[in-house]
């Protein structure tokens, strides 16, 4: 429990959600920003800064229930789609520095939810080197 996070203290109860799931170690609930209609959060309830940082059995947890929400947005929202994001860092958009998984039911291409990926490929990267940076060990 991280004193002043927000996603501790929904999960312990001090402040209250739109629950959709709750075991041991998982809460879903609905994000009170609701981008588009049915958007939930799924969290570990306990404190760790994000999703690179996790350690790998909850961040298995957090996905299965991501999984698992995103279906039931579908069948019982009539979504179209799903996108399911986790934002790591300030620089990445994450203003709650508690592990979470957005699952954003999609609509259609006019809904209010955007996701911008600009190909990038015309710039001269050396993709043999990137991938050689990055590789696994
Ligand atoms: P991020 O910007 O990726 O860190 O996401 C944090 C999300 O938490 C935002 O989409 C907020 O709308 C959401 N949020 C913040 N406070 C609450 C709250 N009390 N209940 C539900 N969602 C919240
Ligand atoms: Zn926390």
């Given at each position: ?120 490929s015309k710039e001269s990267l050396n993709l ?10």
């Amino acid at each position: 429990m991280q004193k002043n996070c927000i996603f501790c203290q929904i999960a312990n109860g001090e402040i209250p959600c739109h629950k959709i799931f709750e075991d041991d170690d998982v809460l879903a609930f609905l994000d009170i920003s609701q981008v588009t209609k049915g958007h939930a959060l799924v969290i570990c309830k306990e404190h760790y800064e994000n999703f690179l940082s996790t350690p790998k059995d909850l961040v298995h947890k957090v996905m299965d229930i991501a999984q698992r929400v995103g279906q039931v947005q579908i069948q019982m929202l009539g979504a179209k789609g799903v996108n399911i994001v986790s934002n790591c860092y300030e620089n990445a958009g994450q203003s709650v520095m508690h592990f979470h998984v957005h699952v954003i039911p999609r609509y259609g291409k006019t809904d209010s939810f955007i996701l911008e990926m600009k190909d990038n490929s015309k710039e001269s990267l050396n993709l043999p080197a990137i991938a050689d940076q990055i590789k696994l060990k």
